[in-house]
């Protein structure tokens, strides 16, 4: 048995569809899947699973747009709410930030907000 890496050129089919499902898998559910012996499944068995699979997966997308746009009306009425004070924006972001030990990084405090990758960057 050799340990050495292969190209997905390289792979069969079927070493390929093990590679996909491993992946949809996680898109799907957020894990890798454990437990689950793939060694013996045919084509047509990952064929089937990549149905449900990719079912899964949009279905996870929706609920993660919907809970984006949850969490961007919640933050902009947290963002307005501290603005009442006669802070601008940009310091009331700050404050936020720094509450959540994001040290500036934008992309950590959308994670840690729950919005979109990306909300604060400015568009061109």
């Known amino acids: 048995m050799s340990n050495e890496f ?6 069969s089919a079927l070493e390929q569809a093990q590679c996909t499902y491993w992946d949809m898998y ?4 957020g894990v890798r899947p454990r437990g689950i012996d793939t060694s013996v499944w045919k084509l047509e068995d990952f064929d089937a699973e990549f149905q449900i699979l990719a079912k899964a997966i949009q279905r996870e997308e929706i609920e ?4 984006e746009a949850r969490c961007i009306v919640e ?4 963002v307005t709410n501290l603005m009442h004070t006669g ?3 940009e310091r009331v972001i700050a404050w936020l930030m720094d ?10 405090f959308c994670f840690t907000q729950g919005l ?3 909300y604060f960057r400015k568009s061109a």
């Open 87 to 89: 802070t601008n924006r």
């Open 99 to 108: 509450a959540e030990g994001a040290n500036g990084d934008l992309e950590y």
């Open 116 to 118: 979109p990758y990306g």
């Open 75 to 78: 933050f902009e009425d947290r």
């Open 26 to 29: 996680k898109d799907a559910y």
């Open 64 to 67: 993660r747009k919907e809970r």
């Open 6 to 11: 292969k190209s997905w050129e390289e792979m």
